[in-house]
T-cell receptor
Framework: DTEVTQTPKHLVMGMTNKKSLKCEQH?????MYWYKQKAKKPPELMFV???????INESVPSRFSPECPNSSLLNLHLHALQPEDSALYLC?????????????FGQGTRLTVV | GESVGLHLPTLSVQEGDNSIINCAYS??????FIWYKQESGKGPQFIID?????DKRQGQRVTVLLNKTVKHLSLQIAATQPGDSAVYFC?????????????FGQGTILTVHP
């Protein structure tokens, strides 16, 4: 199994809503990532978890709150988002955070904030 | 807001031709590089990687070349097929092997005409 599974595939939410994005992998990877991708732009790193601990936060606004309940799961909790937060949110995992370990990406969640 | 007039580089080739996609990086401390392919509506898919202590690596129909002197990376695709049409991103690990900061370049749109 070399899959990273993200749910939901599409999400529309209002600016006052609270929602969560979910990511799951069963490859035994100990590093998991959240990326944000706007149209026609490269993915931008948001958060890195290493061994279930947050190791990198790329100055992401607090309306995005990551959570890593266990080594297979990664969540991204969303609250009070803005329309400009509409984007494709990608989850990835790798064996560890070291160089030489490829990251596997999920298909993403297409988020629209209205 | 979005940058007006910012477009991804594009490359159009005929089926069967060889394609070369280029990428420049700026951080001489980068020690691991990956090429990803992203099809419309999907997450990035690993193609091939290379460590900074190598200058060439070959895969099936793909070759990555690394020139550290000029900080340049290229992806060569032999006998390009319509299924190769996608956006191609180079990505680098910055910060040595203790970090998970995989950073993407701007991307190139490859269009293969039958």
């Amino acid at each position: 199994d070399t899959e990273v599974t993200q749910t939901p595939k599409h999400l529309v939410m209002g600016m006052t809503n609270k929602k969560s994005l979910k990511c799951e992998q069963h490859m035994g990877h100990r590093a998991m990532y959240w990326y944000k991708q706007k149209a026609k732009k490269p993915p931008e790193l948001m958060f890195v978890y290493s061994y279930e601990k947050l190791s990198i936060n790329e100055s992401v606004p607090s309306r995005f709150s990551p959570e890593c309940p266990n080594s297979s799961l990664l969540n991204l909790h969303l609250h009070a988002l803005q329309p400009e937060d509409s984007a494709l949110y990608l989850c990835a995992s790798s064996r560890n955070t070291g160089g030489g370990t490829e990251a596997f990406f999920g298909q993403g969640t297409r988020l629209t904030v209205v | 807001g979005e940058s007006v007039g910012l477009h991804l580089p594009t490359l159009s080739v005929q089926e069967g031709d060889n394609s070369i996609i280029n990428c420049a990086y700026s951080n001489s401390a980068s020690d691991y590089f990956i090429w990803y392919k992203q099809e419309s509506g999907k997450g990035p898919q690993f193609i091939i990687d290379i460590r900074s202590n190598m200058d060439k690596r070959q895969g099936q129909r793909v070759t990555v070349l690394l020139n550290k002197t000029v900080k340049h990376l290229s992806l060569q695709i032999a006998a390009t097929q319509p299924g190769d049409s996608a956006v191609y991103f180079c990505a680098e690990i910055i910060g040595g092997t203790s970090y998970g900061k995989l950073t993407f370049g701007q991307g190139t749109i490859l269009t293969v005409h039958p």
